[in-house]
């Protein structure tokens, strides 16, 4: 059984820092794209970041600068470490994990951790 558990979140005041980190079990970790997410309040879910098998990365023009987002394959692990933070920037952050299946791919959540930054 997959699961993506996602820990780091918590109370922070603008332009602080959080490192989130998605911790992987019951999947080929180092063959999955990792992604990370985030919902704002009333808000739909939105693509924060994705880092690929091989590392390559692709990050949301309004984190570009501020967030990195890496892979640990040995520790199963991914992360994303924000820095400069914005009240904007508050949220439940989601780890995506994307693996390729026979005829397309398959991707997993983790429960979310929440992100709330105050000015």
């Known amino acids: 059984q997959v699961q993506l558990v996602e820990s780091g979140g918590g109370l922070v005041q603008a332009r602080g820092s959080l490192r989130l980190s998605c911790a992987a079990s019951g999947i080929t970790f180092s063959r999955t794209t990792i992604g990370w997410y985030r919902q704002a309040p009333g808000k739909q879910r939105e693509l924060v970041a994705t880092?690929?098998?091989?590392?390559?990365?692709n990050y949301a023009d309004s984190v570009k600068g501020r967030f990195t987002i890496s892979r640990d394959n040995a520790k199963n692990t991914g992360y994303l470490q924000m820095t400069n933070l914005k009240p904007e920037d508050t949220a439940v952050y989601y780890c995506n994990a994307v693996r390729s299946v026979l005829g397309g791919t398959r991707d997993y959540w983790g429960q979310g951790t929440q992100v709330t930054v105050s000015s």
């Open positions: 880092i690929s098998t091989g590392g390559s990365t």
